[in-house]
């Protein structure tokens, strides 16, 4: 009996795993036509100043509307489009439809607003990133400070590098901050060298407010405030964790407990709803 158990499971196993190739497979192959066939969409998740109550701005998150699989979520296709390089391509549509969308809220009176996108490893150390930025915002004619780049710990492996690149990225003014803060191989020495502008606590220091969560959420924010950094808590999703971070002096927040990404419709309403809510 046991030996049949162990073979089923195994066979269970096996299915699961094809199914799982399979898929990747799939994903692969389908990934190199869906920019051509639109197939991308961007959502936006606002950003919450606690203190002022205002949103200081929005990240721009992408989504893969898959004919067949339906919406896959960037965890399923990211690492696949950065293996295959597809990232580039995919990251540049990203830059450009969230700076275009920045500069329409912008049009409408919302003009104080940033845009964020997530930047990856490969895209970051491409050799002409700060031109493809510098294209992007001459195209959609939007100031350089209102587009900010989040980039995870990943990109400090090559400290000297990181730097150069920073740099001229920083040149250009867009904004830089460490997405996913405090989960990498991060050393406090990169902190002291790289040009940042802000950091974002990872949420599963948030998501768990055990003491040793809150001691780590209190000395990151301490840290950046005396390093003239900003800091942004994300994954904020109940009070308690917006009333501990409103007494930790933490000023920005994201969360399901503000807003989940919003499709760009969702995303106005939510502006202009929110603005005349506050005014
Ligand atoms: P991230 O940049 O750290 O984004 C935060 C993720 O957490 C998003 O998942 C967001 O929907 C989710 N989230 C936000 N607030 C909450 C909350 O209160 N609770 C919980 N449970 N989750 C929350 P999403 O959209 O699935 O994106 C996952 C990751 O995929 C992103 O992590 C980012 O690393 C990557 N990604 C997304 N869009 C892009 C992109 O355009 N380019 C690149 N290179 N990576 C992207
Ligand atoms: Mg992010
Ligand atoms: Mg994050
Ligand atoms: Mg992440």
Known sequence: LAKERSKNNYQFFTNELHQAIAKKLKIEGDLRRALDQNQFVLYY???????????VGMEALIRW????????PPMEFIPIAEETGLIIPIGEWVMRTACRQLKEWHEAGYNQMS?????????????????????????????????????????????????RILNRIKSLG?????????????????????????????????????????AIIKTIIDM???????????GVETEEHVEFLKQQKCKEVQGYYYSKPLSEIDAYKFISDYESEYK
């Open 45 to 55: 998740q606002p950003k919450v100043d606690m203190v002022s109550s205002k949103i």
């Open 65 to 72: 509307n898959h004919p067949e699989l339906g919406l896959v």
């Open 115 to 163: 845009i964020a996108v997530n930047i990856s490893l490969r895209q970051f150390i491409q050799n002409d990133l700060h031109e493809v930025i510098k294209r992007i915002l001459e195209e959609t004619d939007l100031l350089s400070e209102f587009l900010e780049l989040e980039i995870t710990e990943s990109i400090a492996h090559d400290a000297k590098q990181t730097i």
């Open 174 to 214: 867009v904004k830089i901050s460490i997405d996913d803060f405090g989960i990498g191989y991060s050393s406090l020495s990169y902190l002291s060298q790289f040009p940042i502008d802000r950091l974002k606590i990872d949420q599963s220091f948030v998501r768990h407010l055990n003491p040793r969560n809150q």
């Open 224 to 234: 950046a405030h005396n390093m003239d950094i900003a800091v942004i808590a994300e």
